[in-house]
C-alpha cells in the first residue's frame, strides 16, 4: 500500500494510516514496511497502523557499527514521540518480535499490548549454529547468498505456484539489502533470542503468540515456551502454515490483530 514516507528526528522511515488506536508493526530481517500492505489494507477501518523501516532496511539510515537491540528499540519510541502517541500496540514479525519483546519491558508505559508472529524465543544449538552458516555465507557472498534458501523456507511451494510475481519481489528485496547493515542486523538477530529471554521476565502486558504449525525456523515448540513464560500470553498455533505469516496466512494475521485490540480496554 502506497504512502508518502514520513521521518523522525533519527532518520527512521515510517508511514501512518487511518485513525484509532494505535498498531505498530515491525517487519523481518532483509525486509521492510512493505511487507504488511494486506494488514494495514484490511485494518485500514478500525485502527491507525504504523510501519517502521528498521536501521539498515528500507528507506531507514544504516544502523551503527556496533549495532544493539536497544537500538532497534529506540526507533520505535523516537517515532512513537513524533507522533505524539503515549501507548500503542505493538506487533512484530521475526526479526521485528525481537525487538517487541525488549520494548515491551524496557519501555512498558509505551506498550498497551504485544502481537508475537513467527518468532525464535531460547533457539537451540543447532538452530543457532544454522543461522550463524547463513550469516557466513552472506558475509563471504552477499545477501543474494541467503535469498533462495529464505524463500524455501518461508513460503510453501503451493503459494510459490501460485503467486511467483510476488515471491520473486520479496526475494529481490533480500537480496538487495546493503550487505554491511544486512549482516550486522542478522548477527543481532543470531543472539537476540537470548537477550530477551531475560526481557521477557519482566513484561507483564497482554500478549497474543502466533506461531505456523510448520514452521522450522521459529518452531510450535518455542512458541510455547514463550508463552509458559509469559502470564498474560495467549497461543495460536495456525495449521499448515510456515514461517511467513503476515503474508502467505495474511487474512489470519489480519483477523488476529483486530480481535486482539478489540478486547483492550
Not at 544502523?63 to 536497544?70: C, D, E, I, S, T
Not at 497474543?208 to 504449525?213: E, K, M, N, R, T
Request: net charge positive.
Amino acid at each position: 500500500m502506497s504512502a508518502v514516507d514520513r521521518h523522525a528526528p533519527d532518520g527512521t522511515c515510517f508511514a501512518v494510516h487511518g485513525e484509532g488506536r494505535p498498531l505498530v508493526l515491525l517487519h523481518g530481517l532483509g525486509l521492510d514496511r512493505g511487507m504488511w500492505d494486506e494488514q494495514v489494507a484490511a485494518l485500514a477501518g478500525s485502527c491507525m497502523t504504523i510501519t517502521i523501516d528498521a536501521l539498515g532496511h528500507g528507506a531507514s539510515p544504516s544502523p551503527p557499527k556496533a549495532l544493539k537491540l536497544q537500538h532497534f528499540v529506540d526507533q520505535v519510541t523516537v517515532v512513537l514521540d513524533e507522533l505524539k502517541i503515549e501507548r500503542a500496540v505493538v506487533a512484530g514479525f521475526d526479526l521485528g518480535g525481537q525487538v517487541t519483546l525488549a520494548l515491551a519491558a524496557r519501555a512498558s508505559q509505551r506498550v498497551a499490548g504485544t502481537v508475537l508472529i513467527s518468532t525464535a524465543y531460547r533457539r537451540l544449538k543447532a538452530q543457532r549454529d544454522m543461522l550463524l552458516t547463513r550469516i557466513d555465507q552472506a558475509r563471504r557472498h552477499g545477501p543474494v547468498a541467503n535469498a533462495d534458501s529464505a524463500i524455501q523456507r518461508w513460503f510453501s511451494a503451493t503459494f510459490q505456484g501460485d503467486e511467483r510475481e510476488r515471491v520473486q519481489a520479496i526475494r529481490q528485496r533480500l537480496a538487495s539489502n546493503e550487505p554491511a547493515g544486512y549482516i550486522a542486523a542478522s548477527e543481532l538477530y543470531a543472539r537476540a533470542d537470548v537477550e530477551t529471554a531475560e526481557d521477557v521476565k519482566r513484561i507483564v502486558s497482554p500478549m497474543l503468540v502466533l506461531c505456523g504449525a510448520l514452521d522450522a525456523g521459529s518452531t510450535p515448540a518455542m512458541a510455547r515456551r514463550l508463552v509458559g513464560a509469559v502470564a498474560s500470553a495467549k497461543l495460536v498455533i495456525v495449521p499448515r502454515q510456515g514461517h511467513m505469516l503476515p503474508i502467505e496466512a495474511a487474512g489470519t494475521v489480519s483477523s488476529a490483530l483486530r480481535a486482539f485490540m478489540s478486547a483492550l480496554n
